[in-house]
């Protein structure tokens, strides 16, 4: 029983760094001086952003531009159509009755590598990639959660979407996507 178990366990390992080696292309890694650069561009862009808002509390605002935790961003991907393999100019799949329309989107994924345990994590590549969404991966000494919690204003947070929503903080992203 415990040789079957182990085994499944490597195949299950080997099938995850297989499927980080088939979406790696969307995958880009950030850390040191790239990594406190990126973060500083972002809560330059929230602290502006704040004084543009208006009465809508911080952490209201902040919800609206962030899906903050493992799964909350899990959530937001399922619920995200598959993306077309083939690159065909297709419409998307009819809605059927009674099911809504993903009302968000998001614009990329920023991850945690310092996770413990790993597993928690391990869907949100294969998952992303599948939803053609980029995915960003935090790696620094002081911890890659705490520096993303810093930017959302908590404690320690492993996983970030970035909603689509058109805002500075959108363009920032595209701007890292594309260098």
Known sequence: MAKKKS?????????????????????VHYEGERLAALLQRL????ETAKLKKGSLPEKIWIKQQFSIGVNDVT???????PAERG????ESPPIQIGQKPPSVQLQAVLLASDCN???LTKHLPSLASS???PLILVKDRRGGSLRLGEVVK???AIALGVKARGSGINKIIEQILQT
């Open 7 to 27: 085994r499944k366990v490597l195949e299950a390992s080997k099938l995850g760094s297989a499927v980080q080696e088939n979406h790696s292309s969307k995958t």
């Open 43 to 46: 809560l330059g862009e929230i």
């Open 75 to 81: 959530r937001i991907l399922e619920r995200m159509p």
């Open 87 to 90: 690159g065909s100019d297709k």
């Open 117 to 119: 345990p790993r597993w």
């Open 131 to 133: 939803r053609q969404v």
């Open 154 to 156: 908590i404690k320690t």
